[in-house]
């Protein structure tokens, strides 16, 4: 492996996260499973927080995130939910993910210094075609 090559790798989570992840894509589908597609983001974070809640997973919803800019804090972003204070999870409901959709968990994810999110779109018709899984890398 040559430099580029080590400074662009991913740093995989460990066992226990991946876990947790599988236990968050879980939740998800049974949401979609009993919702469908077609509502708006809110219901199915409203949904989703259910689901988290009868598993007995421990998460913050609408997180508030501080953005800091040269050292001074700029502005307030929101993530949908961290999970067992390890797992950024971001939910949308639109018709296909854009790249400014994975920026914007990559700059969740550089803000809150956590190493794994899950960017999932409930707007599919399968939902395991709506779920990305983003690392961060260093």
């Known amino acids: 492996m040559n430099r580029q090559d080590a400074k662009n790798a991913k740093e995989e989570p460990d066992e226990e996260l991946d876990t947790l992840a599988h236990r968050v894509i879980g939740a998800a589908i049974e949401v979609h499973r009993h919702l469908g597609p077609g509502f708006l983001e809110s219901v199915y974070e409203n949904a989703v927080a259910i689901e988290f809640?009868?598993?007995?997973?421990?998460?913050?919803?609408?997180?508030?995130?501080?953005?800091?800019?040269?050292?001074?804090?700029?502005?307030?972003?929101?993530?949908?939910?961290?999970?067992?204070?390890?797992?950024?999870?971001?939910?949308?409901?639109?018709d296909k993910i854009l790249p400014i959709h994975k920026a914007q968990v990559i700059s969740y994810l550089k803000a809150t210094g956590l190493p794994l999110a899950l960017l999932i779109n409930f707007n599919e018709r399968a939902l395991r075609d709506g779920i990305h899984r983003i690392v961060l890398t260093h």
Not at 67 to 92: M, Q, S
């Open 53 to 94: 809640r009868l598993a007995g997973v421990f998460f913050e919803e609408q997180q508030p995130v501080s953005v800091h800019y040269k050292g001074e804090a700029v502005g307030i972003a929101k993530v949908d939910f961290v999970v067992e204070r390890t797992l950024l999870v971001e939910l949308k409901a639109v």
